[in-house]
């Protein structure tokens, strides 16, 4: 009796193990883990994949490249897709981070204005794909700041005290400060970066918060009146009020292309490959695009985008434009940057 107890028992752990065994592995088939920026992606697109696919998304937000970076190194094995930028594809790439794209599975590649593909941050576009591209600049309430706002300076006034927002980001901060002293902001010059350090440091009394994702929010709700962010972030702010403008500075600034990648570590890669060719139909890339107001590098995309966007994207001078650019790795020269910035946080 005691014995035929111990088999029934034995066969009813036996099949709730199986049945769990096969609903976690039908789960991991069906899930997908998407880490993003904060704002770059409208509300319809991932329910429209979900039931397009028949399964479930977990979306996630960082607010930089260097915080997705910490995460992957860290050992995260959760992410199936991810958005780095340029210069940390290549990061990505040294450090062996990233799984190469089987392309056969992302035909929407013919989308992407060919401009964007086969950068020298990605030769041939082994790892990464085009999502969207935009500048780093200012972005202010013309009904606080009445004189013409062209340049960095602005940034560094103490008529504006309190009321400034940088962003907290390595690269851009440290780059805008470059760039408003006149040098690349890929300097790995240790007189110029001493220079952009001690201009930061006298800034900082001035500075309300360094900010990234919370930016524009700070703006929208006239905590600041001026604010170190990126375009697309500075343009869908407007929308919702009309004195807020986006200049990017005389002086250059940064430019940027964000790609669609899928780590190494990822545990969803054919779901991976199909949400990115998802990602590239024109009415989706538009959609998104028209949404987060960043420039696409989707051409099929372009009929579909809105017309005050359209125009946004031809609207920079040729002299601004040659005065932007790309981030780069900075390789040794990063401990270096790293330093500065902590000790300007420190302050
Ligand atoms: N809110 C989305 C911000 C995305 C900005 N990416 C910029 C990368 C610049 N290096």
Redo the contacts with the bound molecule.
């Keep these: 009796m005691m014995k035929q107890f111990l088999r029934v028992l034995a066969l009813i752990v036996f099949i709730v193990s199986m049945a769990s065994v096969l609903s976690t592995s039908y789960a991991q088939d069906n899930v997908l883990n998407v880490y993003n ?4 992606i409208d509300d319809s697109t991932i329910p429209e994949f979900e039931e397009k696919f028949g399964v479930k998304v977990h979306y996630d937000v960082y607010d930089s ?1 260097e915080t997705l970076l910490a995460k992957l190194q860290a050992g995260a094995t959760g992410f199936d897709v991810i958005f780095p ?1 340029d210069y940390m594809i290549k990061i990505m790439v040294q450090l062996d981070l990233l799984e190469p794209l089987n392309k056969s599975k992302i035909p929407n590649i013919k989308n992407v204005d060919p401009l964007f593909l086969d950068q020298p941050f990605d030769p041939g576009n082994q790892y990464s794909l085009p999502y969207t591209w935009g500048t ?1 600049g200012i972005g202010y309430l013309a009904d606080q700041i009445t004189e013409s706002v062209d340049s960095w300076s602005v940034m560094f006034d103490p008529k504006y005290s309190g009321r400034i927002v940088m962003l907290d980001d390595v ?2 901060a440290l780059g805008a400060a470059l760039k408003y002293l006149g040098y690349s902001l890929n300097s790995t010059n240790p007189d110029e970066l001493q220079q952009a350090k001690e201009l930061l440091i006298r800034q900082k009394p001035l500075v309300k918060a360094y900010a990234s ?1 919370q930016a524009e929010y700070m703006l929208l709700s006239g905590d600041a009146w001026l604010i170190h962010n ?1 375009s ?2 500075v343009h869908r702010a407007t929308l919702e009020n009309s004195n807020i403008t986006y200049v990017v500075p005389k002086e250059g600034s ?1 430019k ?1 292309i ?1 790609n669609c990648a899928i780590p190494k570590t990822a545990q969803n890669k054919e779901l991976a490959h199909a949400f990115i060719n998802f990602l590239l139909e024109p009415e989706v890339d538009a959609r998104i695009h028209n949404h987060i107001r960043y420039m696409s590098p989707n051409t099929a995309a372009l009929p579909y985008l809105d017309e005050a966007l359209r125009n946004t994207m031809q609207k920079m001078s040729p002299e601004i434009a040659a005065k932007l650019e790309y ?1 780069e790795d900075l390789g040794q020269a990063t401990r270096l940057w790293d330093k500065i910035w902590t000790e300007i946080k420190a302050q």
């Excluded at 920026?37 to 770059?40: F, I, L």
């Design positions: 920026w904060d704002d770059y490249n930028s780093a690269r851009e994702a990126w697309g972030d940064s940027f964000d981030i």
